[in-house]
């Protein structure tokens, strides 16, 4: 009981100490069992991503864009420059597709020695 008496005194200190270190952005948080290299090659993977993914919209929307505009160069109907796009798009989306199918691996789970 006596335990539980000091644990509730020491609280509005140990707020006080948490919120004055978050307040002077001195808090750090430490994890145990990562390896850098390997969380900065998948973050790498992730943001090539989606930048690929953000360039095969933006030719998507474009193609979509210029379905519009009238043209005497046609391609299955459609405004020759909007298709060739669109086909573009379709194409690199496909391979992005398959090749995140393809290089996307569940990571086994290493081994562990116990604490270091």
């Known amino acids: 009981m ?3 008496q000091d644990l509730v005194r020491q609280m509005p200190r140990r707020a ?3 919120l004055q ?3 002077e952005n001195r808090l750090r948080v430490h994890i145990g069992g990562l390896e850098e290299s390997h969380l900065m090659e998948a973050l790498q993977h992730i943001a090539n991503r989606i930048a690929a993914g953000a360039v095969i ?12 505009v009238e043209t005497d160069a046609t391609l299955f109907g459609y405004p020759a420059l909007a ?3 669109f086909l573009v798009a379709a194409t690199f989306g496909i391979i ?3 090749t995140t199918l393809i ?3 569940k990571v086994k789970p290493k081994e562990e020695h116990g604490p270091r």
């Open 103 to 105: 290089t996307d691996r």
């Open 96 to 98: 992005l597709l398959v």
């Open 21 to 23: 270190t978050l307040a």
């Open 2 to 4: 006596m335990e539980m």
């Open 16 to 18: 006080s100490t948490i």
């Open 83 to 85: 298709m060739v796009m």
């Open 57 to 68: 919209a933006a030719l998507i929307l474009g193609a979509a864009l210029m379905m519009g």
